[in-house]
């Protein structure tokens, strides 16, 4: 028996119909559930070539096969889709406690397609799909919209994403929220909804999934957590959270700082997790099936500048963004500008980017309006700016390379793909330079998660041979755990011998070894690189291409990435993923 439905349920906004679609067993044990499926179905749904704006652009959701299961983690659900802001593949994840809803609705991906002449949310259960009018709720912000959707539905339990007024406005980088400050973040999936009129979907149902062996999952589930819940690591994210990476990036030189010219931030010392929970009423926040704890509710406590605002977070790489990009060491400060993100509906990382981008053209004389790094309200104002494309902000809605563009900035301007690195710089960390290069969605740290190797010291940051090779099996590992869709912060309790007993687990008698799982993990790989040559069959050569900024200039430290010693990494990336001297996929065998 096989953890899945072998079903999705196909939603066409335009003509306002939906028709269940049955999934060949054969694609499911091939690519898995999650980003596996995910991305199949997006790559043979799409048509060649078609506009991210365009209703033949299809939202694929979906949770992995562990779905409602006893399975610690698994709390994420995904969105497949093509990205607005790169023109590239684009898959993104989100936690909180949506994932079991959207799993009780009975499908392993839930398509959506076409748009509606009209604002609409969606409700979606195992029996039916409603379409309600969103007339009203559209310009409302991300938790009243939330809030509003919830409460028509016809379940007290239920979960649900919604767009902003961002996405509304097609700001390329807007994003999906739910549970009021969990985010599908990178890449511009709100934009994609807002391009439907989609403002949101509600999710419950009674659907139950069948599980391989459920003995066995009851089992592993007892297990993982006596052995992993008292370690040293999950204690100190329960603690303390992101935040903690703060003074870890600064002291080795490696914080991205005004615009990505330092590595360190002057005042940093204001912005660690110490302070934060020193300024803040701070509180731990677990996903659903989390023993971690991760999530931080933070309040401004009594006479604060921004009196009673809650967010769970700031995370670590919203204060890279905000904190060291615009220089604004300040932790209410940075909780304020994450809250307007949130409310706007826009990805944290993305904004706090182009607003220092915006900081820096502005140092430059390259704009008619003078903005100041370290000034939140400069910050604030262009972010509104943005979500409502107003003046300056209509150009920069658009994203870094159109932006960049404009002013005739293309030299300066940081990104993969379109997409902007998180808050590890590259030229202290070779290997992660290689995972932000070939991450099929852009610059991302999540698609190999290797900063945490070097950074742990499980890869010496000094050392780039062998490099490639690592950096290949780690993007295996967590493309593994994007099938499962299982949050990435369990890598202190799953590695592959526990991930396979919990692939086995699910898919019983089938069974799946671990040679099995990186062969998958490979295909899924190449097809969403495949998706991005088809795509932009004129862009190959410059796909995995890093600014030359990170070739040119120096950190403090004298760091600066070499780049005769990146292309080999990358020529010996392509030879173990199996691909030509272009990273062309040698065949793609669907």
């Known amino acids: 028996m096989l953890s899945f439905f072998k079903r999705y349920l196909c939603i ?49 959701i979906n949770v992995g096969p562990a779905g409602s299961a006893k399975v610690w983690g698994a709390s994420r659900y995904g969105i497949y889709t093509k990205s607005p802001l790169t023109n590239c593949y684009l898959d993104s994840t989100s936690g909180g406690h949506v994932a079991k809803y959207i799993d009780k609705t009975g499908y392993d991906a839930i398509v959506v397609r076409g748009k509606s002449e009209k604002p609409v949310f969606l409700e979606i259960n195992d029996r039916e799909v409603l379409f309600h009018d969103a007339g009203e709720l559209w310009g409302k912000d991300t938790h009243y919209t939330e809030d509003a959707i919830k409460g028509v539905s016809k379940r007290k339990e239920c979960g649900a994403c919604v767009i902003g007024p961002a996405a509304e406005n097609l700001v390329r980088f807007a994003l999906l ?16 909804f807002g391009s439907k009129r989609l403002k949101g979907i509600v999710f419950y149902g009674d659907a139950e999934r069948p599980i391989g062996d459920s003995e066995k999952i009851e089992y592993l589930y007892k297990k993982y957590l006596k052995e992993s819940k008292y370690s040293a690591e999950v204690q100190k994210y329960r603690k303390w959270g992101t935040p903690a990476g703060v003074p870890v990036l600064n002291k080795v030189g490696a914080f991205p700082t005004e615009y990505w010219h330092k590595g360190v931030l002057e005042g940093w010392e204001n912005i660690t997790e110490v302070k934060m929970q020193e300024i803040l009423d701070v509180k731990p926040k677990a996903c659903d099936r989390c023993y971690i704890a991760c999530g931080k509710l933070s309040k401004t406590k009594e006479g604060s500048k921004y009196p ?10 919203t204060f890279y963004a905000f904190g060291g990009l615009c220089k604004i060491a300040d932790v209410e400060d940075i909780l304020y500008l994450n809250d307007l993100c949130d409310r706007l509906g826009m990805d944290t990382m993305t904004s706090g980017n182009i607003v220092a981008f915006a900081f820096e053209a502005s140092r430059l004389n390259k704009l008619d309006e003078k903005f100041e790094y370290g000034n939140v309200e400069h910050a604030a104002e262009i972010l509104r700016r943005i979500a409502y494309r107003d ?23 940081i990104h993969v793909k379109g997409l902007e690195p998180a808050g590890y710089d590259p030229r202290a960390l070779p290997g992660t330079a290689l995972g932000y290069a070939t991450s099929p969605r852009g610059a991302c740290h999540l698609r190999s998660g290797f900063y945490k190797a ?63 799982l990186e062969e998958m993990s490979n295909r899924i790989i190449s097809l969403a690189k495949q998706f991005n040559i088809r795509e932009n069959p004129d862009r190959i050569e410059e796909l995995e291409r890093l600014p030359e900024r990170f070739f040119k200039e120096p950190l403090e430290s004298g760091k600066v990435m070499d780049k005769n010693v990146f292309n080999r990494m990358l020529k010996e990336y392509y030879e173990l993923r199996g691909w030509d001297e272009r990273g062309v996929p040698k065949g793609v065998d669907l």
């Open 391 to 413: 003046g300056i902000g209509d150009i920069l809605a658009n994203g870094i390379v159109y932006a960049s563009k404009h002013f005739g900035l293309e030299d300066i301007a």
């Open 177 to 192: 929220k739910n549970d009021y400050w969990r985010s599908i973040g990178r890449g511009g999936v709100g934009a994609v």
């Open 308 to 317: 009673n605002l809650v967010v769970e977070g700031p995370e670590y790489e």
């Open 454 to 516: 070097e950074l742990s010291g499980v890869s010496d940051p000094n050392r780039t041979e062998g490099k490639a090779k690592e950096v290949v099996d780690w993007e295996n590992w967590f493309c593994a755990y994007d099938t499962l869709i299982i949050c990435r912060f369990y890598r202190y309790a799953y590695f592959w011998d526990e991930l396979t007993e919990i692939f086995q687990a699910l898919y019983g008698d089938y069974g799946i070894t671990k040679e099995q």
């Open 12 to 60: 066409d906004l335009s003509n306002r119909t939906y028709r269940v679609v049955p999934i060949d067993e054969e694609i499911l044990k091939k690519y898995g559930g999650g980003k596996g499926i995910g991305t199949y179905l997006l790559y043979t749904l799409n048509p060649p070539g078609v506009d991210p704006f365009h209703e033949d652009n299809h939202l694929i």
